[in-house]
């Protein structure tokens, strides 16, 4: 660690992994409450679990892109953060929003806290990951706009680099995508059309330009390569991500009401969407591969190479089997979304945000990586989470082909929760790799606390 503004990172990395713990935690109960319809019922029905799972999962994710973004600019600009302070007023400010907005969610009916929050004022509420109350919403405005003058006074005043102008490029448009929330009109088409202006814009547009500039900053730093190299490889793959990413948004058109010119350019730019999920794998082993120094963060490589794999796995090849519209029209809202959900956010964003936590938390803590031992426990929790994580897909998967067929294909078909019944077995799959991925996370948390020998800082 060179600034110590850096060390404003920290506590967002923290309430990262334990947000993220706890949306593990209610995914699980979500899981149980498919095959035990009634588990915590009244107490947690579904639909308020899976809005916790899914709020949660977006608001650790940005914490975790904060904490990046602060550790990561200064050193590229090589000069320190120019607020600090207003850095940390900010993550109490977001904190306290994201706690109170689950407390919201689990003890008040949804229907009071719409009416509580202004909703009559502004309807903004009720469209899924897009739950919370309008005064959550200004909440995440005000935090980002804080965060982007931050940022970009602290690019501005010193060098600018290829990472940190992507890494800025992706968190503006992360915060100007966010705007479209605000915008929930009464046509249920444009409702959907401009719905996805934030929800695939976001995790199929400009998160990858943010995931990118972090995974371009840890190889930089654990391989030694020239920067030139790692930087031309930056541009080209993000140039790819956003012509396939902002083009591909229109196979979410396809059946909503959209015009019928959608299914050709939704097909056409989705089926090259895998491509810069590609690059990015062979990015990462080729800059490893020709590695000048062999860091003692050897977790942190790990992770990295991690990322490029299941990114391309998760968003590339289980994105690709369902992406086009023929397809499309029979798997539609089936199990196969949500297998490819779980894989696609698990492989590029979870695991680049822990890549980044395992890489700059040791440099947090004046040392340069954790013990051996500390590093075998979180190599063994990544392949705990990272196996398991495939079998919770491939259940799901063999979940949604036996639904399809059974709801969507059949001679007589059956009826949504008839063909629910006869693919329980995979969900009761699902839920124990689920079991698996919980402790994979709980001993990735213990690693932190593993005493031993450790490599100083340089």
């Not at 469209?127 to 501005?156: C, D, H, W």
């Not at 009109?185 to 995931?211: A, C, Q, R, S, T």
């Not at 695991?351 to 947090?364: A, D, E, W």
Request: aromatic share 16%; proline share 4%; hydrophobic share 55%.
């Amino acid at each position: 660690m060179k600034y110590q503004s850096q060390l404003v990172a920290k506590p967002y990395f923290i309430a990262a992994i334990g947000l993220f713990l706890g949306q593990i935690l209610f995914g699980l109960i979500m899981g149980l409450q498919y095959v035990v319809g009634d588990f915590l019922f009244p107490e947690i029905p579904f639909n308020v679990a899976r809005m916790v799972h899914t709020n949660l999962l977006i608001v650790w994710l940005l914490f975790g892109f904060m904490g990046a973004a602060y550790y990561l600019i200064p050193e590229e600009a090589e000069r320190e953060l120019h607020s600090p302070k207003l850095a940390m007023a900010m993550f109490w400010i977001f904190l306290a929003a994201g706690v109170a907005t689950i407390l919201g969610y689990l003890l008040v009916p949804y229907a009071t806290l719409a009416e509580w929050t202004g909703n009559d004022l502004l309807a903004t509420m009720g469209r899924e990951f897009l739950e919370q109350p309008l005064p959550t919403k200004v909440g995440i405005v005000v935090v980002a706009l804080a965060m982007l003058y931050n940022l970009s006074m602290t690019v501005l005043r010193g060098r600018k680099t290829a990472i940190n102008l992507v890494m800025l490029v992706g968190l503006w448009g992360l915060a100007i995508f966010f705007l479209f929330s605000f915008y929930n009109p009464n046509n249920l088409v444009k409702d959907k059309y401009f719905w996805w202006w934030v929800v695939h814009l976001w995790v199929e547009g400009v998160w990858e330009l943010i995931m990118g500039a972090m995974l371009a900053f840890v190889l930089i730093k654990v391989t030694g390569v020239d920067r030139e190299v790692i930087e031309k490889w930056l541009y080209v793959i993000i140039a790819m991500a956003l012509i396939t990413g902002l083009i591909g948004t229109g196979h979410h058109y396809y059946w909503i009401g959209a015009p019928e010119y959608w299914q050709w350019w939704g097909s056409v730019f989705s089926a090259l969407e895998p491509i810069p999920f590609f690059m990015m794998t062979v990015f990462a082993f080729s800059m490893v591969n020709r590695r000048r120094r062999e860091h003692p963060n050897k977790a942190a490589v790990l992770w990295a190479l991690g990322t490029g794999v299941m990114a391309f796995l998760g968003a590339g090849v289980w994105g690709f089997l369902h992406t086009l519209a023929p397809v499309n029209y029979f798997t539609h809202g089936s199990q196969i979304t949500a297998a490819h959900g779980h894989l696609a956010f698990y492989g590029a964003y979870v695991m680049v945000v822990i890549t980044m936590i395992s890489y700059t938390m040791p440099l947090m803590r004046g040392r340069a990586a954790n013990s051996p031992l500390a590093q075998t426990v979180e190599m063994w929790s990544f392949w705990l989470m990272t196996v398991s994580m495939m079998f919770i897909t491939l259940f799901l998967t063999a979940a949604g082909i036996l639904q399809i067929w059974l709801q969507r294909i059949s001679d007589q078909p059956m009826s949504f929760m008839a063909a629910q019944d006869q693919v329980a077995l995979f969900y009761w799959m699902r839920e124990y790799a689920g079991l698996v991925f919980l402790s994979g996370l709980l001993l990735y948390i213990s690693s932190f606390f593993i005493k031993g020998k450790a490599a100083t800082a340089d």
